[in-house]
């Protein structure tokens, strides 16, 4: 079902500096003069090799350079790899409420709604089953809290308590908590639990139960965001400290360290710059916090950053960044069209940081506003339309239910 889009031409710059050599100095012991001046080149070359080391270090810790001049194309389409549509097939018995995240694995989707049930719906978009276990049975649940999926067992954070059970529904075990927690992920043979004390974390051993308190390394004011708790990054996850560009980096072996991915904060254009020092005057950055990244998604391959210049600013840029390979794939702009979905970025973007998918980024449409982008855009002759028209609107059977769109982004070269 994927349909390939035009590939982008422009690349990821990198600027090297050089350095020049030092100047080469004959007799140095002969006058007085020269010994203070070999002692002046020491000292210039300690402090070059510190400053170095400080910019390897840096590096090492995960800073990814942002293009000064980023083309930004026309269109979103012209930016993806490939994307496809899943409207969800629906009845009375596995109708979709509030979704509070989604995983797909194995071909399928597993839908969390209204943190009461997960509703799992095949690759076409038609419906599998269900787990539904809420109750306060020794083997059900008060509320569903979070979930993933490792060895095809799924692991349902409740209140106090890990549901273990299978892929589909059976009951295997509970782990019992000593506390109240909000999101799970499990790494290896462990589960990994974020309490709700801001920077409080458990390692949890799947087979014993046993846990060990992970705040070492980690401040203990620091506010982890939740929404962007847990997402992929090359040998672990990642989980944003707060309104800013600093992330902790929790590794596979659970090691701990804190990293800002970006080299600086040029994030928006030029022309963004200007409108908004016409609107809040050319001292805003005195008045106003610095950029920040209001939310993240992520698979496998790249990440997608929403970066903002303060939460009352509504004008956003989105970075997409290949972390394995330390680069920006691609700078969107409010400017860009998106000729996918018609309900432009936002809504397109709004719900990515729910989704999760080996294949690529994973978000979801509410029908009634996708039908009504559609039939307001009108039929424009072209092929996309029709397959929209066709594919989409007329599957779509009820406006509570929502369309998954699964896309991906054309990678750079560099």
């Known amino acids: 079902m994927g349909i390939a889009q035009k590939h982008v031409s422009e690349a990821v710059t990198a600027t090297l500096v050089h350095a ?28 070059s090799v510190f400053c170095t080391a400080c910019r390897q270090t840096k590096q ?42 989604i995983i797909k694995y194995n071909n399928k989707f597993y839908i969390a709604s209204d943190h009461k049930r997960i509703l799992v719906f095949n690759a076409d978009g038609s419906f599998s089953h269900r787990i539904d276990r809420l109750g306060r049975g020794p083997q059900e649940y008060t509320e569903l809290a979070d979930f993933d999926i490792s060895n095809d067992r799924i692991f349902l954070l409740g209140f106090r308590k890990v549901f273990v059970y299978s892929l589909e529904g059976m009951f295997i075990k509970r782990i019992d908590l000593p506390y109240n927690t909000l999101k799970l992920q499990t790494i290896g ?39 962007n708790c847990f997402k992929p990054y090359p040998d672990g996850y990642l989980m944003q400290e707060g309104f800013s560009t600093t992330f902790y980096h929790i590794a596979s072996d659970f090691s701990i360290e804190e990293l800002n991915l970006f080299s ?82 936002s809504d397109l973007f709004k719900y990515a940081h729910k989704g999760s998918s080996p294949d690529g980024f994973l978000t979801y449409l509410r029908p009634a506003e996708l039908r009504e982008a559609i039939r307001r855009h009108g039929d424009d002759g072209t092929q996309h339309y029709r397959w929209m028209r066709e594919h989409i609107l007329d599957r779509i059977r009820d406006d509570d239910n929502p369309v998954l769109v699964e896309f991906r982004f054309k990678p750079t070269a560099g």
Request: proline fraction near 4%; charged fraction near 30%; glycine fraction near 4%.
């Open 20 to 47: 020049e050599k030092p100047r080469e100095i004959a007799n140095p012991f002969s006058h007085m003069k020269n010994r203070y001046f070999i002692t002046f080149a020491f000292a210039l070359l300690a402090t």
């Open 264 to 345: 600086d904060d040029r994030f928006f254009d030029e022309q963004t710059e200007n409108e908004y020092i016409r609107e809040h005057g050319s001292s805003y950055d005195e008045h106003t916090t610095k950029e920040y990244i209001g939310s993240c998604a992520g698979w496998q391959n790249q990440h997608l950053y929403q970066i903002q210049r303060n939460p009352s600013y509504e004008k956003v840029e989105y970075l997409v960044a290949d972390l394995a390979a330390r680069r920006i794939d691609h700078k969107i702009s409010p400017a860009c069209d998106d000729d996918v979905s018609y309900m432009g970025l």
């Open 189 to 227: 043979n462990d589960l990994l639990i974020r309490s709700n004390k801001e920077s409080l974390f458990y390692r949890i051993d799947i087979a014993s139960g046993e846990s060990k308190d992970l705040r070492i390394g980690m401040k203990q004011s620091t506010r982890i965001d939740e929404d």
């Open 60 to 101: 090492a810790e995960g800073l990814i350079p942002i293009p000064d001049k980023t083309a930004y194309s026309s269109s979103i389409s012209a930016l993806l790899d490939e994307y496809r549509f899943i409207p969800l097939s629906t009845t009375d018995e596995n109708l979709l409420g509030r979704i509070a995240k």
